[in-house]
């Protein structure tokens, strides 16, 4: 794919969506740190059910770390891996308390330090609380840059150090949340929407699937 049919297809996400963001709830960037570490292997809809209640009740590193582990539980037990997570989040909270002033790191360094926060989570605080222009590549980005010809890889890293490389500096810093909502929305795992794809005429998948009869 050359880099004119790429600004074509991001022009026309931008279009469609000037102003993308994350579909988690959050006020502060520590809110938002709580609700991707939460997300992993759970939908956005079910983070949310579940902070809704938490951050009613406790939305700092401090009144979380308050809680403890099983406290925590609580809040969130409907959430898959929601044991590991509460104690990777109670050590977070204690670290960002004694290291951070109970403040969120805005350097990937400082973040990828704390338990349970991998490249992507980090991405994902530095791009949407911090205005970072990094990219973070979750399954949908990973499929739709890989089905799109978009930023072909064989593996997230690969994926994103592509998309870094070839998407236009202009769509960069919202790249992540267009290509996300694409892909859960559109361009779906199963079966993809191709017939109502804003994209589809200059996407490069081959089985583009057909209006339902």
């Not at 809680?67 to 989040?89: D, M, N, P, Q, V």
């Not at 969120?104 to 911090?130: D, I, S």
């Not at 070839?166 to 694409?182: K, S």
């Amino acid at each position: 794919m050359n880099r004119d049919k790429r600004t074509l297809i991001f022009s026309r996400l931008r279009e469609l969506n000037p102003h993308p963001t994350t579909e988690l709830e959050y006020g502060s960037p520590f809110e938002l740190l709580v609700a991707v570490l939460l997300s992993a292997q759970a939908t956005d809809r079910g983070v949310n059910l579940a902070t809704r209640k938490l951050f009613r009740d406790a939305n700092t590193p401090a009144a979380i770390l308050a809680l403890g582990e099983e406290g925590l539980c609580e809040y969130i037990r409907t959430i898959g891996l929601y044991r590991s997570k509460a104690r990777h989040l109670i050590e977070t909270c204690r670290l960002l308390i004694e290291h951070h002033g109970s403040e969120v790191p805005a350097e990937r360094e400082a973040l990828e330090a704390l338990p349970g926060v991998g490249r992507k989570t980090a991405n994902v605080v530095l791009n949407t609380a911090f205005g970072q222009p990094t990219i973070a590549v979750d399954t949908h980005i990973f499929r739709v840059s890989n089905r799109t010809g978009i930023a072909p890889g064989r593996n997230p890293a690969e994926v994103e150090s592509r998309l870094v490389k070839l998407v236009p500096e202009a769509f960069r810093q919202d790249a992540h949340h267009w290509l996300i909502l694409h892909g859960r929305y559109v361009c779906k795992a199963r079966k993809p929407e191709c017939w109502r794809c804003l994209i589809a005429d200059c996407c490069e998948f081959r089985r583009k699937t057909p209006a339902p009869a």
